[in-house]
């Protein structure tokens, strides 16, 4: 039986990529730290395995990946959320970075031939101009925050230890996911989560937004760790490819589309606070590399993806 570690497993995309690994009969192992919250996994605790490791400290890490030899790293642990790598940069940039390189150290020093996913990202891209979409991944990187610069690390890390060192790392550079389990500080589950919250009386019928000009590129996280999946059977070690559904929208379409699923009168009120000093303006992605070497395309509509995660938060009392 072959064996997969998952770094953050109790995240949002870590919980749903253990989900698919256990239906492909991969046995399952997971890192999580002292204060991880379990409640995205609760349901699996019987069929995984969970270590407590932190990823910063280079000897846990090494006896981590020395004991448990997987076949497949998944490495998904991240300070994913952009805004607050504003508030703390090194953090971020410390703990995006010091991870990976404490991983790849390790599967290096026990001379593993683990097949490693990183989880790059669409912000890399940053500023897009016009004539650039869809993005293809030889497009310019010109990122706009500290999350992004601390994803190009990562992304060029796996270039350099492949190069190096022949480490079997794919790099996928995934645009916006979401689905049933996203954090509530991110865009798409913000708005479910206060419209479900309107609908419970909870709160007043307003809800608040920030930036709703900005256009994003959309995947469900079903389609997104299938990708993953296929990015470690198929994609060339060393490569970067594309994760994304090939169209975008703005976060008002975005917005409206959440609006439509619900009948009660909601104001649209603009909160100061959730502007960022500099706000990507368009992601669209151009998946075709990705499609060519493995044949992945997304198959969930944005439509459900939406509904399936507003009915999430009304699933809570
Ligand atoms: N979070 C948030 N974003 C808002 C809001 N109102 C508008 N936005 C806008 O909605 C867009 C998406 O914001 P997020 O959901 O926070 O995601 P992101 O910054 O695009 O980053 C996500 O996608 C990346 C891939 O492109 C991922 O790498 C990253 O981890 C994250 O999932 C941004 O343009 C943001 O300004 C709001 O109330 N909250």
């Given amino acids: 039986m072959a064996k997969a ?15 698919f690994l256990l239906k492909k ?45 997987p076949d497949y790293i998944f490495h998904l642990a991240a300070q994913s959320f952009v805004p607050t790598s504003w508030n703390s940069p090194i953090d971020t940039i410390h703990n995006n970075v010091a991870g990976q390189v404490n991983i790849f150290e390790a599967v290096r020093r026990f001379q593993l031939d683990t097949r490693i996913q990183i989880a790059c990202s669409s912000e890399e891209y940053g500023q897009v101009e016009p004539d650039e979409v869809p993005i293809r991944e030889d497009n310019p990187l010109r990122p706009l925050s500290p999350y992004a610069i601390s994803k190009m690390a990562q992304d060029y890390l796996g270039y350099q230890y492949y190069k190096s060192f022949g480490l079997h790392v794919v790099r996928t550079r995934t645009f916006n996911h979401t689905g049933p389990r996203r954090g509530e500080n991110f865009v798409t589950s913000n708005f479910a989560k206060q419209i479900a919250d309107i609908e419970k009386g909870k709160r007043a019928p307003i809800i608040y937004v920030g930036n709703l000009e900005a256009k994003r590129d959309f995947t469900d996280v079903r389609d997104v760790v299938r990708a993953y999946w296929l990015a470690l059977q198929n994609g060339e070690p060393g490569e970067c490819y594309n994760i994304a559904s090939g169209s975008c929208c703005t ?57 399936d995660l507003l009915n999430y938060w009304r699933s809570f009392p």
């Avoid at 109790?10 to 989900?19: L, N, Q, T």
């Avoid at 409640?39 to 000897?59: A, S, T």
Wanted: glycine share 6%; net charge negative; aromatic share 6%.
């Fill in 25 to 69: 009969n991969i046995e399952v192992v997971g890192t999580i730290r002292h204060r991880s919250r379990m409640n995205h996994i609760e349901h699996l605790l019987q069929d995984i395995r969970l270590i407590e490791c932190e990823l910063r400290d280079p000897f846990s890490v090494e006896s981590l990946i020395g004991e448990e030899k």
């Fill in 251 to 307: 976060i008002k379409e975005m917005l409206e589309l959440l609006l439509s699923y619900s009948n009660v009168q909601i104001e649209i009120k603009e909160d100061p606070t959730r502007l960022r000093p500099s706000d990507v303006e368009i992601l669209l992605g151009d998946y075709s590399r990705f499609h060519q070497t493995t044949g992945w395309t997304p198959e969930i509509p944005f439509e459900k993806t939406m509904l």
């Fill in 5 to 19: 570690l998952i770094t953050g497993i109790s995240g949002f995309v870590g919980s749903h990529m253990a989900e």
